[in-house]
């Protein structure tokens, strides 16, 4: 049987080239093929480009997995993996707390792997690579040991994809819950439940240097998951954290985290909508000393950016005029549609409808283990900056 063949309309190969992503505008025609199977990528003349998994159904319809005239199968997922791991030891990341591969960044489209102490967690957010989880698990266990790998596929981009997404253990069942370590800071993890694979690992550098400027401080960890930043902070020292928080499975896991690290004396979490908390904490005339502020995705597509604009800037106004003379601000934005400068701009703008000055102390961005591409910008979603109130 011939090898499918997706032919890209002219012009278009120079792109999908250095960037792995084909939409279905791109294409100019293509053989029949199953969903979720390998396909060989030729430009308008022919000549070949690439080859990756193919999916007809949504419109990011194939990713490139590699450019050279090689197999997409075992041998290479195996290899990829193997290489992504090792990166993360040269980088000092700890391997047994960190993403291990993070998808186009590790060029495994559509793969993400975390590790947390003894548990591996797999995410496919393509059916290419759904199809082929249990290859994946067999090339992590053969790079980081036999450890338990629990699925966390997330349900809104399996229906994109047309799959069952998988929340549940692979075949080896491993521990409900583990303790991880951030520095001296220890964080409870439920696999299947919350957002993300478990926890926000992007933001885990981000922790430690905010919690830098907690010391002696009083502060405000707006919308907060499980109290990672206010964790952090009151092990550094800060006086109080207050957590504005609406998920009662995430407020449960922030109460756990006070008491593993021995702070909840000094902890208090607010369950309610972050916008209409922090009007309320402004007009109550409170101040704090550290505030954090880490929303979710604002805009999930290009036609949401007014709107996400509009929300960024109505909570970082907010939470700069909670500052008292001194205080830190740290502002992220994990929309990737939103650029730095964009974000950047918005936050500007707020300070000065705010009537706050504020020194820029550092600009962030995502955790090592998270590294950017410079030919796919969409490796880089996480921006934030650290303020202070001058």
């Keep these: 049987m011939k090898p499918a063949v997706l032919r890209l309309k002219r012009g278009r190969e120079a792109r999908v080239r250095v960037h792995p992503w084909i939409f279905k505008g791109d294409v100019a025609d293509v053989t029949d093929v199953e969903a979720g199977s390998p396909v060989t990528v030729v430009d308008g003349g022919g000549r070949f480009v690439g080859r990756g998994f193919y999916n007809p159904r949504p419109p990011l319809c194939c990713r490139v997995l590699t450019w050279k005239d090689e197999p997409v199968g075992d041998a290479l997922l195996r ?29 495994l489209p559509g793969l993400v792997v975390d590790r947390y102490g003894p548990v591996a967690v797999v995410q496919c957010l393509t059916l290419g690579m759904a199809r082929r989880r249990g290859d994946v698990a067999v090339g992590l266990r053969e790079v980081i040991g036999d450890v338990p790998v629990f699925s966390a596929d997330d349900p809104s981009q399996a229906a994109l994809e047309g799959f069952e997404p998988a929340r549940t253990w692979l075949d080896e069942h491993g521990p409900d819950h583990v303790v991880v370590e951030e520095g001296r800071v220890r964080i409870g993890v439920t696999f299947g439940q919350g957002h993300k694979t478990g926890l926000y690992l992007d933001q885990l550098e981000n922790r430690l240097r905010v919690a830098a400027h907690a010391g002696g401080r009083d502060v405000l960890d707006a919308f907060s998951y499980t109290a990672g930043f206010a964790c952090h902070a009151l092990v550094a020292g800060a006086r109080r954290a207050v957590c504005l928080e609406s998920s009662p499975e995430a407020i449960s896991g922030a109460h756990e985290n006070f008491k593993l690290n021995d702070v909840a004396d000094r902890a208090e979490v607010v369950a309610g909508n972050a916008f209409d908390e922090l009007r309320r904490l402004d007009r109550s005339g409170q ?9 979710p995705p604002f805009a999930r597509g290009r036609d949401a950016l007014d709107a ?28 990737h549609h939103v650029s730095a400068e964009m974000f950047e701009g ?8 705010a009537g706050v000055s504020l020194r820029v102390l550092d600009r962030l961005t ?17 921006k934030g900056l650290l303020l202070q109130a001058i």
């Excluded at 047994?96 to 998808?103: F, M, N, Q």
């Design 366 to 382: 995502q955790s090592s283990d998270h590294p950017e591409v410079l030919t796919i910008p969409e490796t880089r979603y996480l």
């Design 287 to 295: 101040r704090f000393g550290l505030v954090v502020l880490d929303p």
């Design 346 to 353: 918005i936050c500007r703008e707020a300070a000065g409808d």
């Design 308 to 335: 996400a604009a509009r929300g960024y800037k109505e909570v970082n106004l907010r939470a700069m005029r909670l500052l008292a003379p001194g205080g830190v601000l740290a502002t992220f934005s994990c929309s």
């Design 79 to 107: 290899r990829r993996i193997a290489v992504a791991v090792a990166r993360r030891t040269e980088r000092r990341t700890s391997p047994s707390l960190a993403r291990l591969v993070w998808s186009e960044a590790d060029a």
